[in-house]
């Protein structure tokens, strides 16, 4: 499975952005798709997760409520909206697959294979 992530930006604080992750190649394999996030001299860290079957969200406290993520399963996409954006999402932002099932999708070892990064860019 390749991925390939495109949206980022620079946008004011109080605005919106919506990120995507486009899964090509055995994407009927894909269990679930996340993205991470890793800001300068920072881990990488979780910020939402789907499931390609149920849809289960998941999503980390810090984005909750402000954050959507969503997939369109005939176009192998997962789209990430991002709204009410704080300086503090400045980040780069990556998407992941994961292909077997698993109970829990919040680390980056929890995924088999990376997109590239989108810089998120949120000015004060």
């Known amino acids: 499975v390749q991925l390939r992530a495109s949206g980022g930006g620079l946008v004011q604080a109080g605005g919106s952005l919506r990120l995507s992750c486009a899964a090509s190649?055995?994407?009927?394999?894909?269990?679930?798709t996340g993205w991470f996030r890793q800001a300068p001299g920072k881990e990488r860290e979780f910020v939402a997760a789907i499931t390609w079957g149920a849809g289960s969200q998941f999503y980390a406290d810090s984005v909750k409520g402000r954050f959507t993520i969503s997939r369109d399963n005939a176009k192998s996409t997962v789209s990430l909206l991002m709204n009410s954006l704080k300086p503090e999402d400045t980040a780069v932002y990556y998407c992941a697959a994961r292909v077997a099932s698993y109970p829990t999708l919040l680390l980056t070892s929890h995924y088999d294979c990376w997109g590239q990064g989108t810089q998120v860019t949120v000015s004060s």
């Open positions: 190649g055995r994407t009927f394999s894909v269990y679930a």
